[in-house]
């Protein structure tokens, strides 16, 4: 078996730090049918969610990150670090998630940080903001 985090869990609406960080107001009750609903549930079980180390991938390519690209001529592989293995949201907001880091290099220098207790997961979720919510349509992952 490979290795996993076991479950960790964080609260859609709280940052977890008192002065850093942005605040945050959720509709819990979209994340809850978006997360616990049988689409995400069918590509989690599958294994068909990944994450990635950081977010650059996504910030230059998009939510959907491209299983590859040409920069410069060259093919270059965008390998993900981590898929999620188990996601499920509570009427309070909590979010609990499980994730199993890949055996290739990202995954292996992830799972060395995690061990270390450096850095940690953010969540990617298109969020966008409806009646002064930021309201989940779509799971993309844990980037790591």
Same mark, same amino acid.
């Given at each position: 078996?490979?290795?996993?985090?076991?479950?960790?869990?964080?609260?859609?609406?709280?940052?977890?730090?008192?002065?850093?960080?942005?605040?945050?107001?959720?509709?819990? !009750?979209? !994340?809850?049918?978006?997360?616990?609903?049988? !689409?995400?549930?069918?590509?989690?079980?599958? /294994?068909?969610?990944?994450?990635?180390?950081?977010?650059?991938?996504?910030?230059?390519? /998009?939510?959907?990150?491209?299983?590859?690209?040409?920069? /410069?001529?060259?093919?270059?592989?965008? =390998?993900?670090?981590?898929?999620?293995?188990?996601?499920?949201?509570?009427?309070?907001?909590?979010?609990?998630?499980?994730? =199993?880091?890949?055996?290739? !290099?990202?995954?292996?220098?992830?799972?060395?940080?995690?061990?270390?207790?450096?850095?940690?997961?953010?969540?990617?979720?298109?969020?966008?903001?409806?009646?002064?919510?930021?309201?989940?349509?779509?799971?993309?992952?844990?980037?790591?």
């Amino acid at each position: 078996m490979r290795k996993r985090t076991g479950v960790i869990s964080y609260n859609l609406n709280e940052r977890g730090r008192n002065f850093n960080g942005q605040d945050r107001d959720v509709d819990v !009750a979209a !994340a809850m049918r978006l997360i616990n609903g049988p !689409a995400v549930q069918e590509l989690v079980r599958q /294994g068909d969610v990944y994450g990635y180390f950081g977010h650059t991938f996504r910030e230059k390519y /998009g939510l959907n990150v491209p299983e590859s690209v040409i920069e /410069g001529g060259k093919v270059v592989v965008l =390998e993900p670090s981590v898929r999620t293995v188990y996601i499920k949201c509570m009427p309070d907001g909590t979010v609990e998630h499980e994730q =199993e880091f890949l055996d290739n !290099a990202p995954g292996r220098i992830a799972g060395r940080l995690f061990d270390s207790r450096a850095y940690g997961f953010s969540s990617v979720f298109h969020a966008p903001e409806e009646n002064g919510k930021r309201t989940p349509k779509t799971y993309h992952g844990m980037d790591f």
